[in-house]
T-cell receptor, first 113, second 114 residues
């Protein structure tokens, strides 16, 4: 069966510090991968998606970036965090093709102080 | 573009009460529809889905019917439990530039009291 992992689970970082969040998927190959952000009391905002290694599309221009160095690894980064980057970050994957479901990881709670 | 509308809540019910969470959508194509559930501090879990008009998705006592004529996908459960307390997201998915673009509603918080 497929599983998706995210780490760290919780992170507190000062403004201006760098960020690296990691997501890995097991039990499938060539998944579509997604990064979402969920601000407190708000819905989900799609940040990035990837349909293959090295292929990244951005939905919202901001100081975050994403990379996919391996088929089942998706990384969210920032060089300098802003207070507004605080939130709950969720990684998700989907099988692609005609399957429309997305499956979510446990999330990373980021607090920028 | 696509959009999903649902009430934000919170919806507060007593245990064993009947639940309805309304969801309506706007889409240009023929989307698939989903309900996801998020328990406190966790990621989203797929609760149920429907891929075409008149399909009924069901899981764990929850059900929703894809109504194309009213562009709705209301979530229902006959008897809620305290353990159903969570945030429920309605979503639609459609093919967009080679990937499945999912549009989420804002989420409805459900509180079930004993």
């Amino acid at each position: 069966s497929q599983t998706i992992h995210q780490w760290p689970a919780t992170l507190v970082q000062p403004v201006g510090s760098p960020l690296s969040l990691e997501c890995t998927v097991e039990g499938t190959s060539n998944p579509n991968l997604y990064w979402y952000r969920q601000a407190a009391g708000r819905g989900l905002q799609l940040l990035f998606y990837s349909v293959g290694i090295g292929q990244i599309s951005s939905e919202v221009p901001q100081n975050l970036s994403a990379s996919r160095p391996q088929d089942r690894q998706f990384i969210l980064s920032s060089k300098k965090l802003l207070l507004s980057d605080s939130g709950f970050y969720l990684c998700a994957w989907s099988p692609g093709g005609l399957s429309y479901e997305q499956y979510f990881g446990p999330g990373t709670r980021l607090t920028v102080t | 573009g696509n959009s999903v509308t649902q009430m934000e809540g919170p919806v507060t019910l007593s245990e064993e009460a009947f639940l309805t969470i309304n969801c309506t959508y706007t889409a240009t194509g023929y989307p698939s529809l989903f309900w996801y559930v998020q328990y406190p501090g966790e990621g989203l879990q797929l609760l149920l889905k429907a891929t075409k008009a008149d399909d009924k998705g069901s899981n764990k006592g929850f059900e929703a019917t894809y109504r194309k004529e009213t562009t709705s996908f209301h979530l229902e459960k006959g008897s809620v439990q305290v353990s159903d307390s969570a945030v429920y997201f309605c979503a639609l998915s459609d093919q967009y530039e080679g990937y499945q673009k999912v549009t989420f509603g804002i989420g409805t918080k459900l509180q079930v009291i004993p």
